[in-house]
């Protein structure tokens, strides 16, 4: 009984059919007290009316307070069924208005009050209910402050965070929040970023540093380069991502709504049956007959059904946006508790991407300092991570930065230039077998070593002459390793590594965080090959990536996962799911969690189903009256979806 009217906007507009939310995207709902609104008025009118009733007032005075009572709780109710009927649709709405004109009909006032202002309630819970789940996401918009300080030279000015612009700089002073999304200009201190990734612990963050709009300050002070505007921005970009997943509908509300659609129908048919065909065959008086229709109407309608999956997605939505991960819609939820097996790109995604210096060999009367610095001269004019890697460590020896002269990029080797009029080279180990350069030894031995272990390598020449090598490596993330045997444990087997890289490479890593197969020496298309062979064997799969490279394989997967803080837009746009923190140990919370809403949907559709299919026989065989049916079916109603909030509360056991 999900309405897209809040209840609190005119007392004409409650409550609205739970068959037909499914056409309709929510835009707002009522929370607290005035939400309950309609059905405080509906009820204070009914009991009003028994009471007078019961002590023989006159009979325009509690006739009039029951047409109050019905008018109230029931008004919105019958525009939206005529609305749809009038498009020859049939929908709760239209099953509810004409059970409680049935019994008005018949002189059961108080049955038909009771039933519309139990409906009534109904939505209004419902509305709180689903509020609470949307609230989650809307506290998200709220966290980034309206004003930021900006500074312009020596001029420092407060102005509305829509007007920063990118490369603008921002003062954020201890204890306040970043206007906007950026990287750290000068300044260091820790960053709370939980509202974005999840993370419990505060990042420590220094110059170079990427920060998000949103995120709490610490102790330090920041001077931040803008590099998103704020319509941009990752925490505008979540709160779009989560409304446009409400519309995003799973296979079990899609069933579940094809369903109702013929439901209905039958349910108005079997109730005209049940009230024409007793009395023509002798069976029982039309008073009882339509007394037992009325009570199969009520309970034979699919209102608990229509809710129930609705509910338990938007829940965990919104759950899982609380911890960091955005998953667009009800199919990806439902998706990811089935999924069997599951391919990860290495580089960004097991690994940190960022490479980390784990040898300097110079030869005989080289420095390492000084192979650093001929290194960094050229590396300075690329933008590859591991150019930086090595330009950080030359700048970290706090020796001169030397700067090379007409430096180019020799595809698949490396950089060449000049230096003080001096040939200059840096390069993959095929740069040196393709050199008349002589290696020494020594050199060869240790480049023979570091090669065979997996790590990447760039060598140096100066004038022909080699210099020595640096090995780098991409370490796996610290999660990695337990996020991949956890998953493992789950049954989510086998976890297969896709990679570009060399094959020596890879398996090492692989070796390292425990993944199930290694296929090295990709192309995209060899991943989107790779992928089409796991669903063709799984049927249901999952793909975690976070290049460009990947999309394509994202997008082919059953569930495309990309990794959301240092994935590219073209991996977010192709994904299904999103890890803000770059942290796959949210991956088996999210399989943990989806699984988890599965088992609640399943609940939910077998307690509305099992109520329809209790009510029906004991309604037409009278032995329950219409008060009972009303309480039992909107009772089931209401069960369903505060058992669906329970996601918002759902804690990971394993961690």
Not at 121 to 133: I, K, T, V
Not at 164 to 176: Q, T, W
Not at 370 to 397: F, G
Not at 451 to 474: C, E, K, M, P
Request: proline share 4%.
């Amino acid at each position: 009984m999900l309405s897209a009217t809040p209840l609190s906007s005119a007392l004409v507009t409650a409550p609205q059919a739970c068959t037909t939310c499914a056409d309709q995207k929510p835009e707002a709902e009522s929370e607290g007290a005035s939400g309950l609104l309609v059905p405080a008025i509906s009820g204070a009118a009914l009991l009003a009316a028994w009471l007078a009733e019961r002590n023989d007032f006159q009979r325009e005075a509690w006739l009039g307070l029951y047409a109050a009572s019905y008018l109230v709780a029931g008004w919105g109710a019958f525009l939206q069924g005529l609305r749809l009927a009038l498009r020859l649709r049939l929908d709760v709405d239209f099953l509810m208005v004409v059970a409680a004109i049935g019994a008005a009909w018949i002189g059961r006032w108080v049955d038909g009050g009771l039933l519309l202002f139990l409906f009534a309630l109904g939505n209004a819970l419902e509305h709180y209910a689903m509020g609470q789940a949307r609230k989650a996401i809307r506290a998200l918009g709220q966290l980034a402050p309206r004003t930021a300080r900006r500074k312009r030279g020596d001029i420092e000015d407060e102005v509305p965070v829509e007007s920063l612009a990118v490369d603008d700089l921002v003062i954020v002073r201890p204890g306040e929040r970043l206007p906007a999304d950026g990287r750290v200009d000068s300044g260091a201190g820790a960053v709370d970023q939980s509202p974005i990734t999840g993370e419990s612990v505060p990042v420590e963050k220094s110059a170079g540093d990427e920060v998000f709009a949103g995120t709490v300050n610490g102790d330090g002070s920041l001077i931040v380069r803008v590099t998103r505007r704020a319509e941009d921005s990752t925490m505008s970009r979540m709160i779009r991502l989560v409304e446009e997943a409400q519309a995003q509908k799973g296979r079990t509300q899609r069933a579940a709504e094809a369903f109702t659609r013929i439901y209905v129908p039958c349910v108005v048919l079997g109730t005209i049956a049940a009230l024409v065909v007793p009395p023509l065959l002798g069976w029982l008086d039309t008073h009882e007959a339509l007394l037992r229709a009325i009570a199969m109407l009520v309970g034979a309608s699919p209102c608990a059904l229509a809710i129930s999956t609705p509910a338990a997605v938007l829940a965990g939505v919104a759950r899982a946006a609380r911890s960091g991960v955005l998953i667009k819609g009800g199919a990806h939820l439902e998706s990811l508790a089935e999924i069997r097996a599951i391919a990860m790109d290495k580089t960004g995604t097991i690994t940190a991407g960022r490479p980390e210096i784990v040898d300097i060999v110079p030869i005989e009367g080289v420095s390492k300092d000084r192979l650093l610095a001929l290194a960094a001269a050229l590396e300075r004019r690329s933008e590859h991570p591991i150019a930086h890697t090595i330009v950080a460590a030359a700048e970290a020896t706090g020796a001169p930065m030397l700067g090379a002269q007409d430096v180019v990029a020799i595809r698949g080797k490396g950089l060449e230039g000049t230096l003080d009029g001096a040939a200059l080279r840096a390069g993959s180990p095929r740069m040196l077998a393709e050199s008349d350069a002589r290696i020494p030894e020594a050199l060869q031995r240790r480049i023979t070593e570091l090669d065979r272990a997996g790590h990447t390598l760039v060598a140096v020449l100066l004038n022909g002459v080699v210099q020595g090598a640096i090995a780098l490596s991409d370490r796996p993330r610290v999660g990695s390793a337990p996020a991949i045997a956890r998953l493992q444990s789950m049954g989510v087997r086998p976890v297969v590594m896709l990679t570009g890289d060399r094959a020596e490479v890879a398996q090492r890593v692989g070796e390292q965080v425990g993944v199930d197969e290694v296929r090295a020496e990709l192309l995209p298309e060899d991943k989107i090959e790779a992928v089409r062979e796991l669903l063709a064997k799984h049927r249901v799969m999952a793909m975690a990536g976070d290049g460009v490279n990947d999309a394509p394989a994202l997008a082919m997967a059953t569930v495309g996962i990309a990794m959301g803080q240092g994935g590219t837009a073209v991996a977010l746009e192709a994904a299904d799911v999103a890890l803000m923190a770059d942290d796959l140990g949210r991956l088996p919370f999210t399989v943990a969690l989806a699984r988890f809403a599965r088992g609640v949907i399943r609940q939910n559709v077998l307690v509305s189903m099992g109520m329809v299919l209790l009510l029906i026989p004991l309604a037409l065989s009278g032995t329950i009256n219409t008060t009972v049916a009303v309480i039992l079916h909107e009772g089931s109603t209401v069960a369903v979806v505060l058992n669906g909030l329970r996601l918002l509360a759902w804690r990971d056991r394993a961690t």
